[in-house]
């Protein structure tokens, strides 16, 4: 039986992330401190100035698949921000539903 509120690989980490308005991401920085962050794909929620010109989905699945790195927008800190896929241990949703991070690509 596959546990639905696990989320298997950096795909579809970054999945979960563009499905939803905002998520709640914890994850482990290169320093070795934890951080919780409120992040978003929407460009709705993103001010005008920092939204890309355009989207290369090529790039994007490139960086995930091969680094397991997902570019997100801080929405405290106002921009943009790399979240690691083997260093994250869950996304939450906004209707507080939560996804444990499978380690492992």
């Given at each position: 039986?596959?546990?639905?509120?696990?989320?298997?690989?950096?795909?579809?980490?970054?999945?979960?992330i563009k499905?939803e308005e905002?998520?709640?991401?914890?994850?482990?920085?290169?320093?070795?401190?934890?951080?919780?962050?409120?992040?978003?794909?929407?460009?709705?929620?993103?001010?005008?100035?920092?939204?890309?010109?355009?989207?290369?989905?090529?790039?994007?699945?490139?960086?995930?698949?091969?680094?397991?790195?997902?570019?997100?927008?801080?929405?405290?800190?106002?921009?943009?921000?790399?979240?690691?896929?083997?260093?994250?241990?869950?996304?939450?949703?906004?209707?507080?539903?939560?996804?444990?991070?499978?380690?492992?690509?």
């Open positions: 039986m596959v546990d639905e509120n696990v989320l298997q690989n950096a795909i579809e980490f970054y999945q979960k499905a905002e998520v709640t991401v914890k994850f482990r920085k290169i320093d070795g401190t934890e951080r919780i962050m409120k992040c978003t794909l929407d460009f709705s929620k993103i001010p005008e100035g920092k939204r890309p010109k355009d989207v290369d989905m090529g790039k994007i699945f490139s960086l995930v698949q091969k680094h397991g790195m997902v570019h997100v927008f801080d929405l405290e800190k106002k921009d943009w921000r790399t979240v690691p896929f083997q260093r994250s241990e869950w996304v939450e949703t906004p209707n507080r539903v939560r996804f444990r991070i499978k380690k492992g690509l």
